[in-house]
Structures are given as C-alpha cells and as structure tokens.
C-alpha cells in the first residue's frame, strides 16, 4: 500500500494513511493536511516510505532552509540555498549574484539530478514558482516506483520579508511577487484538497507548526 506522511494527534507522523489529525482534506490526487493555526500542533516528526521524494516549497524567506537544516537529517537534502552559499564564498565579495547566478543554478540542479540518479530518499528545497520543477521530480519520483510530497510553507510577506532581512539577503520586487502568485496559487489548490499535479499528499505548514517539527524520516 503507498505510504504518505501523516499527521497524527500526539504529535508523531508515520507514512501510512490514517484518519485522525488536524483538518485532512481528501482529494482525487491525494490527502491534504492542513497543520496551521493556532489551535494546531505541530508534529513532532513527519514520516514518508524510503526512496519517496519531498519537496519543500513557500515564499523567499519562509524558512524552507531553516526547516530542511533542522529536520533533513535521513537521507539527502538538496538546498539551493546551501549552493548559492558555497558559491559566494567563493566569490569576490563587490561580483553581483545576478553575474554568476546561472552557474548556482547550474550546480545546485547538477547536485539535484545525482542525487536523485543514486535513488535515495530526498528532500528538496523549491521556491514553488517552477511548476516544471515538480513535474521533474514527480518523474523521478515514478521512475523508481516511489512517490513525491509537497510541504508548503504558509508565511505572511511581512514574515517572508523579515526572514530576508535577518539572512541579510533578499530578491527583487518582481521576483518576490512572481514566488507570491505561485504560492497563492500552490495553496488555493491544496486548501481546495488538490496536492499539485503529481504530488501523492501535501501538507501546510505555518510558522508555528514548522517549528514544531523536528524530523523528516523515511522509513522501508
């Protein structure tokens, strides 16, 4: 039976459907749970079958990094953001990032597609605006008989905002719009029960509930 990850009351999350957790809402494509407010607890872990593929999406800021670094720690994590890192060290500090920014994004999808080759289970950081991304990983995902999840970062643009702040790095006024209309558009679909096309379950995270989780594990 194909596993997804669950929410379950006392804060621990298995990949095995259940019945029970905050607000589940059931579409064709697959559950949808829905973990914000601040009635919610978080989990404690979130749980998906070895070799499944998550990808975590949200708004420029919203903490996709922080919670990948904190909670990635089964498996294999590809962050954008760890290879713009490492790149910029590298760099002369007064070079642009809009000089080598195709190179970044040249490594970090290098740096996607071994990692997916080898067949290990995967977490992936996506801003949400590349739908052709998710369709790549879905792919993959049915290539090796496994499926991909959607975990969907629910942060305001103010908190967005803060958190480019607090980096001391942000993105322009056109690209942070473009990332807003596609998570406006990511999370319609999910609080309608819809996961994106490919996407066995989705899950929405706020801040609070984010921060409730401490794993991202999969299991055999």
Do not use: N
Not at 150 to 156: G, K, M, N
């Amino acid at each position: 039976m194909r596993r997804f990850g669950v929410v379950a009351a006392a804060g621990t999350v298995e990949a095995v459907p259940a019945q029970r957790g905050p607000r589940v809402r059931s579409g064709a494509a697959g559950p949808v749970r829905d973990l914000r407010g601040p009635g919610a607890r978080g989990p404690q872990r979130l749980g998906f079958a070895a070799g499944d593929i998550v990808v975590v999406s949200g708004l420029p800021g919203g903490g996709k990094s922080t919670l990948i670094k904190r909670t990635a720690a089964e498996g294999g994590a590809v962050d954008s953001q760890d290879t713009r890192e490492r790149w910029e060290r590298r760099m002369p500090g007064a070079l642009p990032y809009a000089v080598y920014r195709p190179l970044v994004r040249a490594a970090h999808y290098w740096g996607l597609w071994r990692t997916l080759r080898s067949g290990a289970s995967v977490v992936v950081h996506d801003c949400g605006t590349q739908s052709w991304v998710r369709s790549l990983l879905a792919a993959a995902a049915r290539r090796r008989g496994r499926a991909l999840h959607l975990l969907l970062l629910d942060t305001s643009p103010e908190e967005a905002l803060s958190g480019q702040a607090a980096r001391g790095r942000g993105v322009s006024a056109y690209a942070f719009a473009r990332h807003r209309g596609a998570v406006t558009r990511l999370l319609r679909d999910a609080e309608s029960g819809r996961p994106p096309a490919g996407c066995a379950s989705a899950t929405l995270l706020d801040r609070r509930s984010a921060a409730a989780v401490t794993r991202i594990a999969f299991h055999p």
